[in-house]
C-alpha cells in the first residue's frame, strides 16, 4: 500500500466512448502526476499538478485530458481514444514538485483501447 | 532534454549472486538519480536515490554508484534472493527537465533458485 490508490485497474473501451481514471492519494502532498507506461519503452510523464494548479503539459494530445478538483484527487478523462493508447497508465504524487524527491506511484490502470 | 540508456535490458542471475545494472546519461547538469523497482502488477517503487554531490550510498544488499565525470550511474544488487525479481527503472533530472523525471527504459532481473 503506497497511500496512492487508482480506480479502475482494468479499463475496455472503444475508439468512441468517453471514460475517466481516478486517483486519489492519501499522503498530505502537494503534486499529482500522471505517467503514461508502455511495453519497452521509458515512462512517460504526461502531466503535473501542484497545488490543483496544471504546471507542466507534455505535449500530450486533447483526447486525454486531466482534472484535479483539489490536492488528494486527479482524474484522467479520455475520449475518442486511439488503439495505440492502450498502456498502463501511473499516477504518482510528491511533497512537491519542484524538489527532487521520491515519487509516490499507485498500481496503475491497464488500459486497452479497441 | 535529458536522455537515459540503460543496459541490460535482461539480465538473469542465480540467488546469491550479485546484479549490476548501468545508467548513462546526457545532461551534464542532472544532479538527482533514483532507482525504482516495479514488481509484477505494481507501480514502481523508490528504493534507493543518490544526488550530484555523492559518489556512493549504500542501503543494506543494494548500492549506487555515480560517475559524474563519464555521466553514469550504476545499480547494484549483492546476495541476490527471489523476491529481488522485478523490472528495475533508473531515473535522471536533468537541469532542464522542468518537473520532469527522465527514466530508462527498465531492466527485467530475474533470481533463478
Known amino acids: 500500500e503506497t497511500g496512492v490508490t487508482q480506480t479502475p485497474r482494468h479499463l475496455v473501451m472503444g475508439m468512441t466512448n468517453k471514460k475517466s481514471l481516478k486517483c486519489e492519494q492519501h499522503?498530505?502532498?502537494?503534486?499529482m502526476y500522471w505517467y503514461k507506461q508502455s511495453a519497452k519503452k521509458p515512462l512517460e510523464l504526461m502531466f503535473v499538478?501542484?497545488?490543483?494548479?496544471?504546471?507542466e503539459n507534455n505535449s500530450v494530445p486533447s483526447r486525454f485530458s486531466p482534472e484535479c478538483p483539489n490536492s488528494s484527487h486527479l482524474f484522467l478523462h479520455l475520449h475518442t481514444l486511439q488503439p495505440e493508447d492502450s498502456a498502463l497508465y501511473l499516477c504518482?504524487?510528491?511533497?512537491?514538485?519542484?524538489?527532487?524527491?521520491?515519487?509516490?506511484f499507485g498500481e496503475g490502470s491497464r488500459l486497452t483501447v479497441l | 532534454g535529458e536522455n537515459v540508456e540503460q543496459h541490460p535490458s535482461t539480465l538473469s542471475v542465480q540467488e546469491g549472486d550479485s546484479a549490476v545494472i548501468k545508467c548513462t546519461y546526457s545532461?551534464?547538469?542532472?544532479?538527482?538519480f533514483p532507482w525504482y523497482k516495479q514488481e509484477l502488477g505494481k507501480g514502481p517503487q523508490l528504493i534507493i536515490d543518490?544526488?550530484?554531490?555523492?559518489g556512493e550510498k549504500k542501503d543494506q544488499r543494494i548500492a549506487v554508484t555515480l560517475n559524474k565525470t563519464a555521466k553514469h550511474f550504476s545499480l547494484h544488487i549483492t546476495e541476490t534472493q527471489p523476491e529481488d525479481s522485478a523490472v528495475y527503472f533508473c531515473a535522471a533530472r536533468g537541469s532542464n527537465s522542468g518537473y520532469a523525471l527522465n527514466f530508462g527504459k527498465g531492466t527485467s532481473l530475474l533470481v533463478t533458485p
Open positions: 499522503l498530505g502532498h502537494n503534486a
Open positions: 545532461d551534464s547538469a542532472s544532479n538527482y
Open positions: 504518482a504524487s510528491s511533497q512537491e514538485p519542484s524538489l527532487a524527491g521520491e515519487l509516490f
Open positions: 543518490i544526488r550530484s554531490n555523492v
Open positions: 499538478y501542484s497545488l490543483e494548479e496544471r504546471v
